[in-house]
């Protein structure tokens, strides 16, 4: 069983950054090296979006809506993953979910971390 927590939400204006961190808590080398980890994000009313996704190699994808304003990483040595958001828009406005899915086939979900950018 893997426990994922994530940290780093928060309030801030449109054009400000946040970044976002998941820790794998209690995981061990064998078990984190493999994971395909992703940020979702879910505001109220619609469906939980992919954000962006990172391999086990360091291969990423991002969804269009923020490609070149955020940036997803990986810490294997820490078991941890971020999420460095720049240039934040009103619709970034949501709750972020950390995800992680093993080679089994196994997904994994954090119980979020709430953004919301106002003026």
């Known amino acids: 069983q893997l426990t994922l927590v994530e940290s780093g939400g928060g309030l801030v204006q449109p054009g400000g950054s946040l970044r976002l961190t998941c820790v794998a808590q209690r995981a061990i080398t064998s078990v984190f090296n493999p994971l395909r980890l992703s940020w979702y994000r879910q505001d109220s009313g619609n469906q939980r979006e992919l954000v962006a996704e990172i391999g086990p190699r360091g291969d990423t994808n991002y969804a269009d809506s923020v490609k070149g304003r955020f940036t997803i990483s990986r810490d294997n040595s820490r078991k941890r993953m971020y999420l460095q958001m720049n240039s934040l828009k009103f619709e970034d406005t949501a709750a972020y979910y950390c995800?992680?899915?093993?080679?089994?086939?196994?997904?994994?979900w954090g119980q979020g971390t709430q953004v919301a950018v106002s003026s």
């Open positions: 995800n992680a899915g093993d080679p089994n086939g196994r997904t994994y």
